[in-house]
């Protein structure tokens, strides 16, 4: 089974910079970050295709920019201008297909990292 591994949380002040990256043990498909803020429900943040293709909620266009490695099976969420707001646990997700039979059928399956805090100071 793939795995995913979240790093580069931490503390920063409002309108500083993090970078989180998301390493897999394998090839993914379209991985995404989503974030969850207390008492709140998760969110997507930001999604990426295999050909790297973006989609970003509302509240992450133009401040963050989401990209992959796939030589790396790695990929990122840089953030800029960030806010209080954005405080949250960020969690890395991903599709990945597992093969069932030699004629190529498979199943997509879904995992997703232990997560990375990040909190803002105002």
């Known amino acids: 089974q793939v795995q995913l591994a979240e790093s580069g949380g931490g503390l920063v002040q409002a309108g500083g910079s993090l970078r989180l990256s998301c390493v897999a043990s394998?090839?993914?498909?379209?991985m995404g970050w989503y974030r969850q803020a207390p008492e709140k429900q998760r969110e997507l943040v930001a999604s990426?295709?295999?050909?790297?293709?973006?989609n970003y909620a509302d509240s992450a266009k133009g401040r963050f920019t989401m990209s992959r490695d796939n030589a790396k099976y790695t990929i990122f969420l840089q953030m800029n201008s960030l806010k209080p707001e954005d405080t949250a646990v960020y969690y890395c997700?991903?599709?990945?297909?597992?093969?069932?039979?030699?004629?190529?059928?498979?199943?997509?399956?879904?995992?997703w990292g232990q997560g990375t805090l990040v909190t803002v100071s105002s």
């Open positions: 997700q991903g599709e990945y297909k597992r093969v069932l039979n030699v004629e190529g059928a498979y199943r997509l399956l879904e995992v």
């Open positions: 990426i295709t295999s050909d790297g293709i973006t």
């Open positions: 394998g090839s993914m498909n379209t």
